[in-house]
């Protein structure tokens, strides 16, 4: 800080005075020698010594300067020069600046090499005391304004006056540079607080991160699970169409099975009636084989008296189908007629059912002969089973007007 004070002509200046305090960190107490000087040899008054009660805080003083008094009672007269050799208070940063802040007089600079090689800028001022005030701004690359390492040299009074005297000039930072501080201060908090937040997200990045981690391990084993169950859907949905399919299929089999019931039901009761009614119709002398009832005549006829007496019992002259059959009517041991003839057309032998005959494994060796070609034979269109022969080959024609006893078969 930088106090200037101006003589007035005729007279002393008006004090300028600095109240201090004095306090000690702990408050200790005690007694303190107060000493105060200036350089331009100034009137001086000031307290030489303060004292403090131990507890009591604060000691209060005051210092008070008085400029010298003009001389001749003219301030035209009293001229002043200033010359001054200025390096930067930091070392190699260089003068970049000198102005004349407040006051009328003339300043001249230039550049110059001080003590060790030093970047120096040698000052030239010339004013009068009349000025209000006078004051200098010096500034140097590092921003600052005056500074106790300032360096003067060769204060000379002009050759107009025999005045001698000496001016302590003090640096101190300018506004821009507490600025600057300022900035910086805050820069390196901003910084702090940025590293901060950085930690702090770093952290929180890394819980998240493991959260994150964490949770697609989860979402791997739901997906897993999930994919799981669709496949197990899948096959319950196939299961289940295949399960439909065999319903639909046991549904059909079921109503078939119930129709071909309902239809042998139906066979039965037909069945039931007709041998309730064989049973009612049939004497003694009819006889059951296999799924057939025959009726063996006592009485001979021809075959067309024969056949109309089947009918009229509910039959038909037997038509013999398997080897079994005719062996059980040969051991009936009765010659009787059959339900095979040729009358409609010679040689086609056709049974009482319309079919025609498939097997002559039946007949006697050298039969049908149709009478051997004898008149008194007639036309023998008809077939009779022989009782003397072998039971596979009894068969022989006869002529239809013939009498032999007959046989008649009534299927279930």
């Not at 070392?91 to 090689?117: D, E, F, P």
């Amino acid at each position: 800080m930088a106090f200037l004070l101006r003589s007035s002509p005729g007279g002393s200046a008006r004090p300028l005075t600095f109240p201090f305090t004095v306090e000690t960190a702990n408050r200790t107490g005690g007694n303190f020698t107060v000493r105060a000087t200036d350089d331009c040899r100034f009137t001086s008054s000031f307290p030489a010594n303060i004292s403090m009660v131990t507890g009591g805080g604060a000691a209060n003083g005051t210092v008070s300067l008085i400029a010298p008094a003009i001389r001749n009672g003219s301030c035209s007269s009293s001229n002043w020069q200033l010359s001054a050799n200025l390096s930067a208070c930091v070392k190699g940063a260089g003068i970049i600046c000198i102005s004349l802040y407040q006051g009328n007089g003339t300043l001249n600079t230039s550049r110059a090499v001080g003590h060790r090689s030093k970047n120096v800028t040698k000052l030239d001022y010339s004013f009068t005391c009349c000025s209000k005030k006078e004051e200098l701004l010096v500034v140097d690359r590092a921003g600052n304004v005056g500074h106790k390492c300032a360096n003067l040299r060769a204060f000379k009074p002009s050759t107009r006056d025999g005045v001698v005297a000496s001016v302590h000039v003090q640096w101190w930072k300018r506004p821009s540079g507490v600025a600057a501080v300022c900035l910086g201060l805050l820069c390196v908090l901003l910084l702090a607080g940025i590293i901060g937040l950085s930690v702090y997200y770093g952290v929180i990045g890394h819980h998240a991160s493991t959260e994150r981690d964490q949770l697609q391990d989860v979402n791997s084993l739901l997906t897993k699970e999930r994919d799981q169950l669709q496949t197990s859907y899948n096959n319950l949905i196939k299961e289940r169409d295949q399960l439909q399919t065999e319903r639909v299929q046991l549904q059909t089999s079921y109503n078939t099975l119930t129709k071909e019931r309902d239809q042998l039901q139906t066979e039965r009761d037909f069945l039931s009636g007709r041998f309730t009614n064989l049973k009612q119709t049939c004497t003694e002398r009819w006889q059951k084989f296999e799924s057939s009832w025959y009726f063996l005549s006592t009485e001979t006829k021809t075959l067309k008296q024969s056949r109309e007496d089947c009918l009229e019992r509910g039959a038909d002259l037997v038509i013999i189908n398997s080897d079994k059959e005719q062996e059980f009517l040969f051991n009936l041991n009765k010659t009787v007629w059959i339900g095979l003839t040729d009358s409609v057309t010679e040689g086609t032998w056709i049974w009482v059912d319309s079919t025609p005959l498939t097997t002559t494994r039946y007949w006697s060796p050298h039969q049908p002969d149709n009478g051997d070609g004898k008149p008194e034979y007639g036309e023998e269109d008809c077939v009779h089973i022989h009782k003397d022969w072998t039971p596979l080959q009894s068969w022989n024609d006869l002529s239809c007007d013939s009498k032999l006893n007959w046989i008649c078969e009534k299927v279930l």
